[in-house]
């Protein structure tokens, strides 16, 4: 069960312009949930936004969530080479066996060229 | 800092072979997470566990199994492995309660089946 889909699937920018990729979901939610994931290496929890939250910072990243739209945004402003990677939106969905977890769209591969 | 240890990175395996692939959590977790993840379809999960000797099956349980004796360990088992299992898996750990708690993930096995 799939609840998050990322958008686009592929940006490529030059170091220092901002890249933004979006993320639509199906269910409501308590939360949203941003992932990074370098080459061959496991998932990394970037940011958390709450139902009730409409922008939230963390150092170079922003997200923002609109419930209406069921989507949410991840900007990172002032790219660097160390940036490339693949980006992951997460939310709860329910799973055939009536327990609900944290599902993960299929991300956005982001490569940022110096 | 939560470490999330998977004990292999690359495993090679021929088919038919049982196939043990073991995940240690450090942080005290009660749920941990199987999934795979294979390019274009992002990453699916297998099975979790939200205590020990507690499993529930994800959205691709068949051909695995796993065990969770201990609450730091949680194992996936290739009952006899095929080709279309050759992937990479990642095992994942988070707190107990809400199900939307953001996951910690280990570095992954990229895992071939000849």
């Known amino acids: 069960s799939q609840q998050g889909e990322e958008d686009p699937q592929a940006l490529s920018i030059q170091e220092g312009e901002n890249a933004t990729m979006n993320c639509s979901y199906k269910?409501?939610?308590?939360?949203l949930q941003w992932y990074r994931q370098n080459s061959g290496r496991g998932l990394v929890h970037l940011i958390l936004?709450?139902?009730?939250?409409r922008e939230k910072h963390s150092g170079r990243l922003r997200v923002t969530l609109d419930t209406s739209k069921k989507s949410s945004s991840l900007l990172i402003t002032a790219s660097r080479a160390a940036d490339t990677a693949s980006y992951f939106c997460?939310?709860?969905?329910?799973?055939?066996?009536?327990?609900?977890?944290?599902?993960f769209g299929k991300g956005t591969m982001l490569l940022v060229s110096p | 800092d939560v470490k999330v240890t998977q004990s292999s990175r690359y495993l090679v395996k021929r088919t038919g072979e049982k196939v043990f692939l073991e995940c240690v959590q450090d942080?005290?977790?009660?749920?941990m997470f199987w999934y795979r993840q294979d390019p274009g379809l992002g990453l699916r999960l297998i099975y979790f566990?939200?205590?020990?000797?507690?499993?529930e099956k994800g959205d691709i349980p068949e051909g695995y199994s796993v065990s969770r004796e201990k609450k730091e360990r949680f194992s996936l088992i290739l009952e006899s492995a095929s080709t279309n299992q050759t992937s990479m898996y990642l095992c994942?750990?988070?707190?107990?309660?809400?199900?939307?708690?953001?996951?910690?993930f280990g570095d992954g096995t990229r895992l071939s089946i000849l």
């Open positions: 997460a939310t709860v969905a329910p799973l055939n066996s009536g327990y609900s977890t944290l599902t």
């Open positions: 936004i709450r139902s009730n939250e």
């Open positions: 942080m005290d977790h009660e749920n």
């Open positions: 566990s939200y205590d020990v000797k507690m499993k």
């Open positions: 269910t409501s939610i308590n939360n």
């Open positions: 994942a750990s988070s707190p107990g309660g809400y199900s939307n708690q953001p996951q910690h």
